[in-house]
T-cell receptor, first 117, second 115 residues
Framework: GAVVSQHPSRVICKSGTSVKIECRSL??????MFWYRQFPKQSLMLMAT?????????EQGVEKDKFLINHASLTLSTLTVTSAHPEDSSFYIC?????????????FGPGTRLTVT | AQTVTQSQPEMSVQEAETVTLSCTYD???????LFWYKQPPSRQMILVIR??????QNATENRFSVNFQKAAKSFSLKISDSQLGDTAMYFC????????????FGGGTRVLVKP
């Protein structure tokens, strides 16, 4: 099956610093990956679509300068939270579509819990 | 924009019994996909079942089945013979290929299976 990993699984950073989260497709190449944010006991909110070799597409209301996304290769997308603040604390999840499937199933990473102190 | 509504925030069911989760969506599209994802306490999202809108036959995966009513824009999930491991959040999701394959999630239903 298709496996997506995320690193780190949890991170604590100080307010004002930046933190990078990696999303990797381990056994397939993904031209498109997605980044979601999930608050406690809430649903997943799509933040942006990460496209290999081009700029990410951000959803309305998501600050592109704060949440930098880079999809440098077919197996890696990164999300950098810049100048983090306590309100950025959340659970961040990435997903990828396996190009060989015709059913558009997204495979999800295990998530990264970010805590900003 | 598409919206997905799950009207049941929480449901509990006795082990071995059946529970049905409701989901409605709003779209003017004819080509789309619907999914049910499970999120256990580990928070790993797991695909439970998928349904292509152009298929009239309801999808089934072992103990999980859906009742897809396209005209009513309803997509309910039935969990039969509930097991303790079914305890999780369940999210209904809508995807339109023409819109970049983005998923729109419902608010979720928390299912608790009691022994």
């Amino acid at each position: 099956g298709a496996v997506v990993s995320q690193h780190p699984s949890r991170v604590i950073c100080k307010s004002g610093t930046s933190v990078k989260i990696e999303c990797r497709s381990l056994d397939f190449q993904a031209t498109t990956m997605f980044w979601y944010r999930q608050f406690p006991k809430q649903s997943l909110m799509l933040m942006a679509t990460s496209n290999e070799g081009s700029k990410a597409t951000y959803e309305q209301g998501v600050e592109k300068d704060k949440f930098l996304i880079n999809h440098a290769s077919l197996t890696l997308s990164t999300l950098t939270v810049t100048s983090a603040h306590p309100e950025d604390s959340s659970f961040y999840i990435c997903s990828a579509i396996h190009p060989a499937t015709s059913t558009y199933e997204q495979y999800f990473g295990p998530g990264t819990r970010l805590t900003v102190t | 924009a598409q919206t997905v509504t799950q009207s049941q925030p929480e449901m509990s069911v006795q082990e071995a019994e059946t529970v049905t989760l409701s989901c409605t969506y709003d779209t003017s599209e004819s080509n789309y996909y619907l999914f049910w994802y499970k999120q256990p306490p580990s928070r790993q999202m797991i695909l439970v079942i998928r349904q292509e809108a152009y298929k009239q036959q309801n999808a089934t995966e072992n103990r999980f089945s859906v009742n897809f009513q396209k005209a009513a824009k309803s997509f309910s999930l039935k969990i039969s013979d509930s097991q303790l491991g079914d305890t999780a959040m369940y999210f209904c999701a809508f995807m339109k290929p023409a819109a970049g394959n983005k998923l729109t999630f419902g608010g979720g239903t928390r299912v608790l299976v009691k022994p």
